[in-house]
């Protein structure tokens, strides 16, 4: 059914006024469920549905957006910190994607970002989230992620990506790669999805100044000391302040 | 993607620690009392501690967080009827588990001995943050005493504090533990400000200088691992404690070293350890 867009009377009639977010949810190709009359709670409801569905993904690509990414992160960080369960967070960022706007123009530009899009939602689990992060940069959350397997997904998205020509019109086709960084969630410990976020950005600085086009997975906390660590530690004299 | 869930109350949007805590609502500060190594003094810093801060007149809660191996019984020679133990299994409320210590200052006792708090599961580490999060609010300094080692244990205490307190002494195998235990919180919590105590010290200056050999192995080591972000990470040195023949004794009758004679050095010591941990 289509909801009429002029004068919506939900409840108390005009106090509602409903003709934005009715022209949105169109625009969005929004499904009204069959025999539900305009106004009623559940035409109401099937419409707040379809406003939260809308304010929680990215318009361009139609993944989850930043402020989804960020409920979904939250509520990880609390089911890693009850179960224990190793989850990763990968950033993906796209290399000298600048150049492809410059090159050949901004909607060129978008459509890698779609295309980008469609490869990161295919190489992942239903279980995962994938979301624009902002500009050229995306994140996924893997809940359930043992390290190794950690590390096999980021090289698969890498690859996939490598492999993927994207068609830009007139002919045209261009390849990008793209350069990963991941952090685990601490396993057994209280943490915080900013610091979380920014363990998996280190990583990704590291992978774009090793040369880009490779992913960077955070090394699990090592309490050895090396040798030299002990060297330093102890070998210099250490009470030539005292003397 | 799924309906998104209801947003956490108990995270702040920058939340960086003492998360379990909770945000917003005015709340007694959480410090983590740590070494690495066992036997440095780790219990008896925290005890005496919280009896200096007590005098300057903060409702303070020591929280024997050393779950499988406590002992702040032994050292406060108290005797408790009920633990952390009886909280976590329903047998008493939290109100009837805190108890007055010598000192003027409260604790919440684990009780020694209780393995099955050896291994983290997921109870008790639920158990555990819903404890701090309801005594917080009524203290305005909490430490958290946790057990030697690195353990899961250790460093999951040490996750529900606001800030660190790493306890070392001159010692080559406890300033190596110190170093390690501040390798993994830099790197595995992003600690950054890590405050630290120099224990048993036969040299005036001697905890200054271990400090900075300390600060110079993480600049050259650690901090490359954690650079690029945020502030530098800085061991903040709060003081050293003279080894004191005064301290063995007060120890040996399990009295606190702050009441039964105040005026030894390892006891002064102690009060301006308080004063700038206050500051």
Redesign the interface.
Known sequence: MRAKTDSPTAGSGSSLRLGTALLLLQQAGHVWPAGVQAGSVAWLQSAIDGL??LS??DALTGL?NRR?FE??L??E??RV????EPALVLMVDIDHFKAINDAHGHPAGDLVLKAIAQVLGDCIRPMD?VARFGGEEFAVILPNCPPLFGQAVAERIRLKIQERSVSIGGGMEVCVTVSLGGAHA??????????WV??A??QL?RAKSEGRNRACLEQP??????P???G???G?S??Q??T | MNTPAAPNPARGAAAGHGAAAGHGAARGRITAVTSGKGGVGKTFLSANLAAALAARGDRVLVLDADLGLANLDVVLNLEPKLTLHDVFTNRCTLDQAILEAPGGFSVLLAGSGLVEYSRLTPDVREQLERVIRTVAPRFDRILLDTGAGISDVVLYAVSLADEVLVLATPEPTSMTDAYATIKVLATQQRRRAIRLVVNQVSQAGEGRAIRNQLQLVIDRFVVPQVEATGEPLVLDFLGEIPTDANVRETVQKRRLLLEAMPGTAAAQAIVGIAERLAR
């Open positions: 939260c569905e929680s993904r989850a989804q409920l979904t939250a509520s960080i609390d910190a009850r179960t224990g989230t601490p396993q057994w410990v209280r943490s915080s999805p900013t610091l920014e363990r950005d280190q600085y906390p090592s309490s050895l000391v090396s030299e660590e002990k330093l530690l102890f210099t250490r009470f302040d005292l």
